[in-house]
């Protein structure tokens, strides 16, 4: 079975930056897709990013693009989300979650493993 734990999220300032750490275990995270997704209040739950098990390949949502990096780090077995110019449109909370071979990295149902969430808020 696969655990994973979101931290890093909080209040922030438009225009502040956050990190937030997804940190798994399991045999399956170092050969998975790793992938972060977002959900606001009253919003289907939309992909943010998502990166292959080598970190050679990263993908991302047009809203976030050029703001947020997606990274991992196998030997911690951990995964990080750099958000910097955040908006308050980026208020949300953010999951990560795991597949081995997701049918497609960006939607929310191809990925079998998820987290219990952390919240971010940006203030105007």
């Known amino acids: 079975q696969v655990q994973l734990v979101e931290s890093g999220g909080g209040l922030v300032q438009a225009g502040g930056s956050l990190r937030l750490s997804c940190a798994t275990s399991?045999?399956?995270?170092?050969?998975?897709?790793m992938g972060w997704f977002r959900q606001a209040p009253g919003k289907e739950r939309e992909f943010v990013a998502a990166i292959s098990w080598s970190g050679g390949s990263t993908y991302y949502a047009d809203s976030v693009k050029g703001r947020f990096i997606i990274s991992r780090d196998n030997a911690k077995n951990t995964v990080y989300l750099q958000m910097n110019s955040l908006k308050p449109e980026d208020t949300a909370v953010y999951y990560c979650?795991?597949?081995?071979?997701?049918?497609?990295?960006?939607?929310?149902?191809?990925?079998?493993?998820w987290g219990q969430g952390t919240q971010v808020t940006v203030s105007s």
């Open positions: 979650a795991t597949d081995l071979r997701p049918a497609s990295v960006t939607l929310p149902s191809a990925y079998d493993f």
């Open positions: 399991g045999r399956t995270f170092g050969r998975g897709i």
